[in-house]
């Protein structure tokens, strides 16, 4: 959801970018407009964006097949992930989560807490 990234969680996510060459961000299909500013934050903070690729909502069939291409699944900081982060564990991808002080933001470490 694209409510769910912040300049801050943006700012870490090219910070992991640039540390890791090979990696690329995988983000749920946008708004033209908000995906052309993400690639242009991204060519700004010194990330090819070519590295950020968006894809569309899969149907639920395929959803968790998708979901385990992936090697981690990094979580945004102010509002956690819930069911994307339920999915990710059920597709055996590592998820890294930091606990905020709000509860939407300590759901995810909760999920991980549970697993």
Known sequence: NLYKVTPRTFKVWMKILRGTPEAVLWLLEMP???????????EAAGVDARRIIFTPLFPR???????SLAHLFLDTLTYNAHTSAADALAAAVPLLSLPGSSMPSRVAASILLAA
């Open 61 to 67: 069939e395929v959803h968790l097949q998708v979901k």
């Open 32 to 42: 033209t407009a908000a995906a052309a500013r993400l690639h242009a934050e991204a």
